[in-house]
């Protein structure tokens, strides 16, 4: 038996000797774009950290690979660390991860102030182009982050700016959502009901358009209208603009059914 584990202790050796030299001869010699596609794909993994951290040792320039070690911190909310790691890739490459940065700062962070000085930045480094940070307009994120900040003011501009850059036809309708939304904060419901009207041109299925219009016709006591578009967000509540990884500014949720369903303005 001692015999057996001594000649299994050795196969052991050899093999884990092997699997180093492999492993070694892979960081070492095999092309760059290998060694990154590795440690991306396996991202949260420890080995894939270990992996980042050799390739930045091999190429401390390269601003990809502080990007994309930043992206699992991120999504599992180590923002301390995640932050550090996109810093260092803004650092050596401001125009390709600024976006994303505000978009982060925007989206999951909620500081506005910030994402807006990030996006700003992006659009000085960026003359006569219209940024699309994480492949959103640039200026419909600005107008979330003014909504954010309450300035209903400059978040119409912005709205409005960012269905110049795309066209009528391509904006996305959350565009007029969000100008609905601005217009009826400001108390000007007319303008409110046009812009969630525009929405829903665009498609029915815009849950949100639908509940901010049986609120305001409930104010306005137009009972009819008001059950009509309460009834057709309760019919495509299922398409409400929805993330598993963070909450819209303009979300809707049952609640606000039951609240206007509730509402004595109903009765």
């Known amino acids: ?69 930043s992206v699992p911190f991120n999504k599992r909310g180590y923002y301390a660390k995640g932050f550090s790691l996109l810093d260092k890739a803004i650092e050596l490459n401001p125009k390709l991860h600024l976006g994303y940065r505000g978009y982060m700062k925007l989206r999951f962070l909620r500081n506005y102030e910030a994402a807006l000085k990030d996006f700003d930045r992006l659009d000085t480094l960026t003359e006569n182009f219209v940024d699309a940070p994480w492949g959103e307009d640039i200026d419909f994120l600005r107008g979330e982050a003014y909504f954010g900040l309450e300035n209903y003011e400059k978040a119409i501009i912005h709205f409005k700016k960012s269905i110049e850059n795309q066209g009528e036809d391509w904006v996305d309708n959350q565009t007029y959502v969000y100008l609905g939304l601005s217009k009826y904060r400001l108390a000007n419901l007319e303008e409110a009901i046009t812009y969630h009207q525009k929405a829903l041109s665009q498609s029915k299925y815009t849950v949100e358009a639908h509940i901010a219009l049986a609120k305001i016709y409930a104010e306005q006591n137009k009972t009819e209208a008001a059950n009509t578009h309460l009834e057709q967000a309760k019919k495509y509540f299922n398409y409400k603009r929805d993330d598993p990884y963070n909450e819209y500014l303009n979300e809707v949720y049952k ?11 109903w009765l």
């Not at 991306?40 to 080995?47: D, L, P, R, S, Y």
Request: proline share 2%.
């Open 1 to 69: 038996m001692k015999r057996f584990f001594k000649i299994f202790k050795i196969i052991l050796g050899v093999i884990l000797t092997a699997y180093s030299v492999v492993i070694i001869s892979f960081l070492v010699f095999s092309p760059f774009e290998d060694r990154y596609s590795l440690a991306a794909n396996m991202q949260g993994v420890f080995f894939s950290q270990s992996l980042f951290e050799i390739l930045k040792f091999q190429e401390p320039e390269n601003d990809e690979l502080y990007f994309e070690q």
């Open 255 to 265: 609640s606000d059914l039951e609240q206007l369903e509730n509402s004595r303005r």
